[in-house]
């Protein structure tokens, strides 16, 4: 008898504090018609012709099909299909539990308390205690399978017991991650790299080696890295003029073995100073450095980093937080507790991009990227961001080649969106790029928590998605347990959790850069450029206006109304157009 009809869903529910689970049936048994039989094998993969396996109701329902197994002398495993389009590496690997409802009756009790076995093929993926210790109802199961990698295209599942009768019922794969890590279209790497922008991670050296699921999250799902600590002046430059640069080359080398970008953070810092410096976090000078001194040291150590990491490093934070807290809005204070501040003054940022462009330059590497970081300069609303803006507009008014600006982003569910947005774009006509560049969004580990984090991080993720003036944002530790904020019991900052289950954040941040990715590429079918008998390229004079995500904002409207649409990004005429 063949299966009545061919289905299989994905069922999105089962929302925990803090990931979804994806389940996907590998059989219901509802599709087939009662008495409908299934092979039955032994361990090591040869047909029991005596074992049977037929689709009944339920003991006690006219209306549940299930499987009604009966073994003799030898244990039996039922053969099921894999759903469609699966391979069983896939399917082991994505969904790492087969979840499934198991039933013996008291008049047979020899399935009780029995091992349950998922094999494919006689290749064992589970072998364990079933949970089966009561007669006469179905109890569900989750059983974590191990991936195997020889299979065909069905499961074998049965308990270890001879002589028994049991019902199985509603098999499904579990994935608890809240998507599978290994379709690329469920990643934001993969619609980032559509949209040529960078969704970043940082990291150290120790998270990098094994081939566990952390450090596939790193890769399968970010495109830039980032050295959490690896590239600071502490670590690059611990000896005058004497530099190791091994833990940022374990990064590059990582980096480059998964096809990501590097950004490197930082040049120069008032904090994580070597000893042979002065002290971290502090104006004073120990050592006794004079100006010059000090500028010649400055000078080597950006020209010998940079250069070391030319081609390597796409982007350069080359001074980490130099403007102190509490800004007017009125110009800009510098921190006290530099060296650099104290001892050179107000120049030092000017020379240290120069050395850095310098750099860069003589050894041909004109593409990467210089910016000014720090935190609290997110919403326009904060002087703080304004005293960013006034130094980083100051510096590229004097033609100091000063590339963009870093928002760390070190933020709460209370991040103002749309105070940021007005700084974006305040730094966008300015000719500044604005980068989001340590986020972490400290929220509480409940519904309402998790669900505004998500909102935060959606919406960072939109300004990078919508800006190109805005083309990275990276994330400040991979899971909640490896974050510099350490209440960890009361915050959990970003975008997986410990057991790299995917976070609403996340799930947020892949639909944001698919949305904008598939309504570019939409715009891009569109974009047929006509010539006219003179070779020269058509203009048409009546535009359709869609908004990024396709939806038809005017249609036939002369290109000159276009100006007058409220502003944002629009396809025009099949051309992404930004209106001011
Ligand atoms: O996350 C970094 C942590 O491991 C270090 O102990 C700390 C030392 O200062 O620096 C942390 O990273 C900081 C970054 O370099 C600059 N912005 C603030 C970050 C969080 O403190």
């Not at 250069?307 to 130099?322: L, S």
């Not at 300015?430 to 928590?449: H, P, Q, R, Y």
């Amino acid at each position: 008898m063949r299966r009545l009809l061919l289905l299989f869903s994905t069922v999105l529910f089962g929302l925990s504090a803090t990931a979804k689970e994806t389940y996907l049936y590998i059989e219901k048994f509802t599709d087939f018609e009662i008495g409908h039989s299934f092979k039955v094998y032994d361990v090591k993969g040869t047909e029991i012709k005596s074992a049977t396996a037929t689709v009944q109701y339920a003991p006690g329902s006219t209306a549940n099909k299930c499987l009604f197994v009966k073994t003799g002398t030898t244990p039996g495993y039922v053969e099921l299909d894999i759903p469609d389009g699966l391979t069983g590496t896939k399917v082991t690997k994505s969904y790492d539990r087969i979840y499934m409802q198991l039933r013996y009756e008291s008049g047979n009790t020899a399935a009780k308390g029995t091992n349950l076995k998922v094999l494919y093929g006689s290749t064992e993926s589970f072998s364990g205690a079933s949970g089966l210790n009561e007669a006469g109802k179905f109890v569900g199961q989750n059983y974590t399978t191990k991936s195997v990698s020889s299979f065909k295209k069905t499961v074998r599942i049965g308990l270890e017991a001879k002589n028994a009768e049991y019902y199985i019922d509603n098999v499904r794969y579990v994935n608890v991650y809240g998507y599978d890590i290994n379709d690329e279209t469920q990643t934001a790497r993969y619609w980032a790299d559509k949209l040529g922008k960078n969704i970043g991670c940082c990291i150290s050296p120790n998270q990098i080696s094994g081939s566990g699921r952390s450090v596939e999250t790193f890769y399968k799902n970010f495109n830039m890295l980032v050295g959490e600590n690896a590239m600071k002046m502490d670590a690059t430059e611990p000896g005058n003029n004497s530099f190791n640069f091994s833990q940022g080359d374990q990064i590059v080398n990582f980096a480059k073995a998964h096809n990501m970008k590097v950004r490197g953070h930082t040049l120069c810092w008032h904090s994580q100073i070597p000893g042979w410096i002065g002290e971290s976090n502090s104006g004073s000078n120990p050592k006794g450095w004079t100006k010059k001194q000090l500028m010649d040291i400055l000078k080597n150590h950006i020209t010998k980093t940079v250069q070391h990491y030319a081609f390597n490093v796409v982007e350069w934070d080359v001074v980490n937080e130099t403007l102190s807290d509490g800004q007017s809005g009125n110009g800009y204070n510098l921190r006290d507790n530099s060296i650099w501040v104290k001892v050179i003054g107000r120049e030092f940022i000017d020379s240290a991009f120069v050395w850095a462009r310098r750099a860069a330059d003589a050894v041909g590497d004109y593409n990467v990227k210089l910016y000014l970081n720090d935190y609290n300069v997110d919403s326009w609303n904060g002087g703080k961001t304004k005293a960013m803006y006034n130094l980083a507009v100051e510096m590229k008014k004097k033609g100091i080649p000063i590339d963009g600006i870093g928002m760390q982003t070190h933020t709460n569910i209370g991040y103002d969106l749309a105070g940021v947005e007005t700084a974006v774009r305040k730094f966008q006509e300015a000719g500044l790029n604005c980068i989001f560049t340590e986020i972490d969004v400290k929220a509480s580990n409940t519904a309402s928590g998790l669900k505004t984090q998500a909102q935060k991080y959606e919406g960072i993720a939109e300004f990078v998605c919508k800006y190109d003036i805005s083309p990275t944002m990276v994330v400040w530790g991979i899971d909640d347990n490896h974050s510099w904020i350490d209440d960890h019991e009361t915050s959990v900052p970003l975008m997986f959790d410990p057991d790299m289950h995917a976070k609403q954040a996340y799930l947020s941040v892949v639909d944001m850069f698919k949305k904008y990715a598939e309504a570019a590429e939409a715009a891009a079918e569109v974009d047929d450029i006509e010539f006219d008998e003179d070779g020269l390229q058509k203009v048409e004079e009546k535009v359709d206006v869609y908004t990024l995500t396709g939806q038809k904002m005017a249609s036939g409207i002369d290109r000159s109304e276009v100006d007058a649409l409220p502003s944002g990004l629009y396809i025009v005429g099949g051309r992404k157009v930004y209106v001011k």
